[in-house]
């Protein structure tokens, strides 16, 4: 392995640097003083500024608003863009799942109409995978496409949608036909959030936000010129998505060691400073050698997608690794900070509610993308080698499966 960049590698991060350095300044900042809307609207005008210097999706085709970039200059393009507090947040579902996939099924003319839209940031997108039957188990999903001449009618609800309530467009899928095992009734599409009969309901967190929603559909019509691979394809395009999105998903990021050590110095326990203290710098040395863990599984990714390979079930480990040590050093910090850890109030606090941010936000972060234990399982089976999950319904007709649902 050799993690320094080849002289062209260089020259690319030369060039990023340059865009950043004179135009980061003015839209990073930290999230926590405004709302939602000033977030997304901050974060629409950093993605039309790099959409419009050629650094918006930067491994997309130029011609769908890409730059035409190698896996390892969007890798670079990433570490560079990461150094700065941008608000970037509002497209990774967008840019990171449904423009692969739109990529890889839509026509050539839905390609070039929808795609550089997506990459400037003029239309935000959403994923309509989740529902309140069919989560990790995906296909168990009960959505109901059903065919009316050129249209499709869809009736059903969806779950922890998130972003839907800014979203302009969303990918989304369907069951089409019950009478075969779940995994082969599936239909794909996308579609308009405007379209009538589509209701979102935002969902409140523990955080105060709102990031996520229920969203029903009701006598929903959707053009069949809107779906992304054939009728009861559905389940290969959706594993598309997924590929996409356990890339996207990785490293939980947050407040790490640096913020801990920086409170452990700053903040006293039994009259001197906390970092004294032993129990204080074993806790910090134990999360200190995750962090080094997950960076060089890290390079080991980078690695391989230097040498033009893809990234295999290994990379989840990075997802069980971070989420569950962001949730612990927020906890600790908390714990650090004594009775001001409960404060949410970013003047009062140190480090800006980070560790706050941490406590709140990991839950969702063990779920989102892929439970703890759904990772933990691809591990087993994919990595280890070990017996595959028990699926007794795998070639049960769905409408057979026994269930609570009438
Ligand atoms: C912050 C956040 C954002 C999200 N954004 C989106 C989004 O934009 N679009 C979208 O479609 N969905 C989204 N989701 C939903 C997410 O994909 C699901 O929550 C996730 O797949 C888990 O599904 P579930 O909630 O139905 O839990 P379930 O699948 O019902 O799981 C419940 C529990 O059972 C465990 N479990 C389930 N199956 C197994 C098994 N085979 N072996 C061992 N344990 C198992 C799980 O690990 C979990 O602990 C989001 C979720 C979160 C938290």
Redesign the pocket.
């Given at each position: 392995m050799d993690f320094n960049d080849t002289r062209e590698e260089a020259a690319f991060r030369a060039e990023a640097r340059a865009f950043l350095d004179k135009h980061a300044a003015q839209f990073a900042a930290p999230r926590r003083n405004e709302t939602e809307a000033q977030y997304v609207e901050r974060g629409k005008r950093w993605q039309k500024i790099k959409y419009e210097n050629g650094w918006a999706c930067l491994n997309w085709p130029k011609e769908y608003g890409g730059r035409g970039a190698t896996p390892m200059e969007q890798i670079i393009w990433g570490q560079e863009e990461g150094r700065h507090d941008l608000p970037v947040g509002p497209f990774a579902?967008g840019l990171g799942m449904c423009g692969p996939t739109m990529i890889a099924y839509a026509t050539e003319a839905q390609k070039r109409e929808q795609l550089p839209l997506m990459a400037s940031g003029e239309h935000i997108w959403?994923?309509?995978?989740?529902e309140p039957a069919?989560?990790?188990?995906?296909a168990a999903l009960r959505t109901r496409a059903v065919r009316d001449g050129d249209d499709w009618v869809i009736n059903g609800q969806?779950?922890?949608?998130?972003?839907a309530h800014y979203s302009d467009w969303g990918i989304l899928v369907t069951r089409t036909d019950p009478n075969v095992p779940k995994h082969k009734g599936l239909t794909f599409f996308f579609l308009d959030m405007h379209t009538p009969g589509v209701e979102v309901k935002p969902i409140k967190q523990i955080s105060g936000g709102a990031?996520?929603n229920e969203v029903y559909f009701t006598d929903v019509r959707i053009p069949d010129a809107q779906r992304l691979g054939g009728v009861g394809q559905g389940w290969q395009v959706s594993i598309t998505t997924l590929m996409n999105e356990r890339l996207a998903v990785g490293n939980a990021g947050g407040a790490d060691v640096d913020e801990l050590l920086a409170l452990a110095r700053a903040i006293k326990l039994d009259g001197k400073p906390a970092i004294a203290n032993a129990a204080v710098r074993e806790k910090i040395a134990e999360w200190y050698c995750q962090t080094s863990g997950l960076k060089f599984t890290n390079y080991r990714t980078i690695s391989a997608l230097s040498r033009g390979q893809t990234p295999g079930p290994e990379n989840s480990i990075t997802k069980v690794v971070s989420a569950a040590k962001q949730q612990d050093v927020g906890s600790f910090g908390i714990d650090l900070m004594d009775m001001g850890g409960i404060l949410m109030d970013a003047k009062k606090v140190p480090a800006q509610l980070a560790f706050q941010s941490n406590f709140l936000g990991a839950p969702?972060?063990r779920?989102?993308?892929?439970?703890?234990?759904?990772l933990r399982?691809i591990i087993a089976e994919r990595v280890l080698g070990l017996p595959a999950?028990i699926r007794v319904d795998k070639n049960v007709p769905f409408n057979q499966v026994p269930s609570g649902a009438k």
């Open positions: 579902i959403c994923q309509l995978f989740s069919g989560g990790s188990d995906l969806k779950i922890w949608t998130s972003g990031n996520f969702g972060y779920i989102a993308g892929g439970t703890d234990e759904i399982n999950d």
